[in-house]
């Protein structure tokens, strides 16, 4: 992509509007604990601690509106206490330039690492520097910097204390993910009706994984409709993509096909009434036809084999799934351990969330593995730093006034990939100019006092927090009002805050464009390890599951389980990573666009056939197979050798692997599930050693993607 048309699709992304749910009851709490603060202050103190104490419970409110699985109360203290230490410390450094700006640097470094931790870490950490540069420009004592501080906190310990007071739809984040799993699953079975190799994204499934870790606290207190269904749901993925698969499942034509697609159309049916009554608390409605398409019929089309053996566990686990989340309703009693176990292991005591302290090792550990010049996450530590210092400097030096506005806006845009940097560069620069625009002429006409600037600052941030979601350049608008109106309760001129704005925002956006240009940390020459990286979980998922097969009495479900999770983790950084490259303004250096989707469509149809495979996995008491301990013990070596070969761009050979299939197949006949499903996998590897063979038509076959027919 050329660096023309990387830099109009990243403004076009900035300034994108996007219509999303509104949440007004959140928002209005939010706003509540910003005015009661700014009231507060005003009441009893002056219009600087008023300002000071207003970006602490503005930012806590911030955080608290990011996606996280943790409680909200503990978010708000902990960005509270951040922002109350950054605050002193800038104050105490802030009456020497070299030294502020060598504290400057050295937190914005630290911030900037805050993103190995997590998105929310990250986010909390560029408020820090934002409330470091904006409220050490207010003047004080060592004394007045402890109360400025102690404010701050202030401002998120009330934040804190609306969320427990008034907590609006509790469990709802929980609610939420697991309802957006139950609804992906029947997404996919509607279009396993058409497509019988349709893949299936498995983010859903990991944010309801995500969300199901609880502290042993809300273990306790967590709704009966939450325990059950996730477990179902990921063990309803693979049984119906066996039963449409036309190679393990119903035909491709013919009777059973019809059966099988309208046992895919009820499951659908059946699973987004499950999701609407977990997402709302009611009790599931299922309509009548759904009930009868999945009763087993007297006559008319049956299927056989393997298909009736997968329509029948759909069957069952649907009815599991009603009967789970019906359970408030008819009766509040403990989970049984049948029940629990139906629920599967992951509802047991290792999805426990850990406390604080236990979380402070993870930290560390995430911060070592990212401390090394060819993390993108360290070279934007690096990045923000530098143009924070350099922003600081330069807007000092012009004679503006409020020069901390440009390495404000430049640490707010800045992100550690190419395309988000851009893209909120160019919102944050066009929403400001609209805030300052509108606040300036509402300055300039009314003349608003205090009280009135207040008042108008709490409506901004309402909006704000109301139209969060919506996109970066809605929400720069409102902070760039919100600020113009905060500063108006300390007098400042709208006039000079206007001009400054504006200025020192192009300014601070322009430094953070040119320093991902200067210094950048190019997703896409990490593609080839990123593909390693998935082929190597999807080959230790594929081998639990044939080792699985080939000794059933020695399987080991958590060992598939983790392997599986590891394949989707792989899988996700893939799919991340693959999506920054194609916005970066780079030549492909191994992997071409096209190879880079072929080859990823060829390990998500290796996932998919393990995945059906385990869903057919025999009973422990079947005897051993010959045929599959012979298939896994070579495509361990295999897979050793073609994960080696990606990463250092050497040919993929899977002739010793194919060689043992034709034999188990001569020796099987082609009957039963396992020999199918590793022909299956077989193709879908030689998929992949073409996707990276080098071959243009190859490249583009691939990515168009093909349908396996029935050998």
Known sequence: MTWSRALKDAARSGLTIERTKLTPLIAVRGTAGVALV???????????????????????????????????????????????????????????????????????????????????????????????????????????????????????????????VFPVRPWGTQRDALADALAAEADYARRLRHDPVAPFDPAPLMDARLAATVTARQARRRPVQLHGPRGLAERVRPVLASLADPVVGAPLEGPERDRARDLLAAAATVLDAVAHAVRHARPVRLPPEAMATLEVPATGPMLNGHARRSAYRLISLLADAVELTDEPVRATRPTTEAERGQGGREQGSHLLRPSVPRLVPVALRSLHREARWSSHIFRHALRVAAVAAVGYLLGTALPFGHGYWAPLASVMVMRPDFAQTYSRGVARFCGTLVGVAVAGTVMALVHPGAYVSAALAVVCVWLMYLLMRTGFSVTSACVAAYVVFLLGIAGAGWEQTVQERVVLTLLGGLLAMLSYALFPAWETPRLRDRLADWLDTNGRYALAVWEACARPAERRPRQVREALLDARAARAAWEKSEDRAEKEPVRHRGLSPGAAKAAGAALATMGRVTMILEAHLPAKDTEPSAGAAAFAAELRPSLERATKAVRERGPLNWSALRTVWEWWDAETGSEGVAPRAAGLLLDALDELAEALSGDPEAHEEGARGTIPRPQ
């Open 38 to 164: 700014i009231g507060l202050c005003l009441w009893r103190g002056n219009p600087a601690l008023a300002v000071s104490s207003a970006f602490g419970a503005f930012s806590s409110g911030i955080v608290t509106f990011q996606r996280s699985m943790r409680p909200r109360p503990v978010l708000a203290l902990a960005v509270a206490g951040a922002l109350a230490v950054s605050t002193f410390l800038g104050y105490l450094a802030a009456a020497h330039v070299a030294a502020f700006v060598l504290l400057l640097s050295g937190w914005t470094l630290l911030a900037g690492m805050a993103w190995a931790i997590g998105p929310v870490s990250g986010l909390a950490g560029t408020q820090t520097v934002a409330i470091m540069l904006v409220t050490v420009t207010l003047p004080t004592s060592v004394l007045g910097a402890l109360e400025h501080a102690a404010l701050i906190f202030f401002g998120g310990l009330v934040q804190a204390t609306l969320i427990v």
